[in-house]
């Protein structure tokens, strides 16, 4: 079974323009988050997506940041414009939704963005 | 909110040494605790949890602890390998199911032979 997929694996940028980031998640996930780690820091929540909705987004830093899961497949997170402070890894991540208790979270390698 | 702190790193170690990162986290009510390795090229994958108080995780020989009482989750392992180099993070989960997970900022750890 193929893992969580993510593309590109680095995108090099720069400051103003628009990048979109992609996710597949594992096959039959209905949650899919999103998370990045700015150097040097934590990797922190951006988002979550129960199939085609959106959840929680209360990561999400400001209005330049839009994720999309159309359909409740794959997901997009576009930065537009982009800015320095943007730089970072970006990872996706996705699980299974299981009714009550913890579940696991699948990881994607992540997307390495420089903003220049 | 939620946050964690763990030791940072990095650590260095011989084969075959004792391994103990540091992890403690504040919360409000009970969050499980994760441990998530990173392995060169690779995505994080979840290495052991536990979800109550006094709960032991373990997986391949890594062992952790949920201590309410000293907050803390600290990751351990008797004989470390090679193999074993990686970036190690604790995490915290809040939100229903916990599926928010809140990080620590991850430790590297470079076993030598």
């Known amino acids: 079974e193929a893992g969580v997929t993510q593309f590109p694996s680095h995108s090099v940028i720069e400051k103003g323009q628009t990048v979109t980031l992609r996710c597949d998640p594992i096959?039959?996930?209905?949650?899919l988050y999103w998370y990045r780690r700015v150097m040097g820091k934590e990797i922190k929540f951006l988002l979550h997506?129960?199939?085609?909705?959106?959840?929680?987004e209360s990561g999400m830093p400001n209005n330049r940041f839009l994720a999309e899961r159309t359909g409740g497949t794959y997901s997009t997170l576009k930065v537009q414009p982009a800015e320095l402070e943007d730089s970072g890894v970006y990872f996706c991540?996705?699980?299974?939704?299981?009714?009550?208790?913890?579940?696991?979270?699948?990881f994607g390698p992540g997307t390495r963005l420089t903003v220049t | 909110g939620n946050s964690v702190t763990q030791m940072e790193g990095p650590v260095t170690l011989s084969e075959e040494a004792f391994l103990t990162i540091n992890c403690t986290y504040t919360?409000?009510?009970?969050?499980?605790l994760f441990w998530y390795v990173q392995y060169p090229g690779e995505g994080l994958q979840l290495l052991l949890k536990?979800?109550?108080?006094?709960d032991k995780g373990s997986n391949k020989g890594f062992e952790a602890t949920y201590r309410k009482e000293t907050t803390s989750f600290h990751l351990e392992k008797g004989s470390v390998q090679v193999s074993d180099s990686a970036v190690y993070f604790c995490?915290?989960?809040?939100?229903?199911?916990?599926?928010?997970?809140?990080f620590g900022k991850g430790t590297l750890l470079t076993v030598n032979p």
């Open positions: 919360a409000t009510g009970y969050p499980s």
């Open positions: 536990a979800t109550k108080a006094d």
């Open positions: 997506f129960v199939k085609e909705s959106k959840q929680d």
């Open positions: 096959s039959g996930h209905d949650n």
């Open positions: 995490a915290s989960g809040s939100g229903g199911s916990n599926y928010k997970l809140t």
């Open positions: 991540a996705s699980s299974q939704r299981l009714w009550g208790g913890d579940y696991e979270q699948y």
